[in-house]
Nanobody, 124 residues
Framework: QVQPVESGGGSVQAGGSLKLSCVVS????????MAWFRQVSGKEREGVAA???????YYTESVKDRFTISRGNAGDTLYLQMNSLNPQDTAMYYC??????????????????WGRGTQVTVSS
């Protein structure tokens, strides 16, 4: 059963940091490609960062050098470290998983399994 569960969202001032977590069953975690998406009400879901099964990582341009996606050593948790946050990062953040290698374009249609999201709010 693949059911991502996100946590770690919250409110922070511009320039601050947050770390999101996403837990998936450890028995299959290493066989999944994982990603973080975000969505603002009324807008399309945007791919933020992804990590392939071989460990290669991809980022959307607006978060490069600020966000880092990683897999935890415990073997069941995906992280998104977000630094230098700005109000444009405010969104609902979703964790997603795919049972195959994914492209660098981080497209929502490439992912089969989705969490329910965690809200990130950045104030100026």
């Amino acid at each position: 059963q693949v059911q991502p569960v996100e946590s770690g969202g919250g409110s922070v001032q511009a320039g601050g940091s947050l770390k999101l977590s996403c837990v998936v069953s450890r028995w299959i975690f290493s066989s999944l490609s994982m990603a973080w998406f975000r969505q603002v009400s009324g807008k399309e879901r945007e791919g933020v960062a992804a990590i392939n099964r071989d460990g290669s990582t991809y980022y959307t341009e607006s978060v490069k050098d600020r966000f880092t996606i990683s897999r935890g050593n415990a073997g069941d948790t995906l992280y998104l470290q977000m630094n230098s946050l700005n109000p444009q990062d405010t969104a609902m953040y979703y964790c997603a998983a795919a049972a195959y290698d994914i492209s660098p374009h981080i497209r929502p249609t490439d992912f089969e399994y989705w969490g329910r999201g965690t809200q990130v709010t950045v104030s100026s």
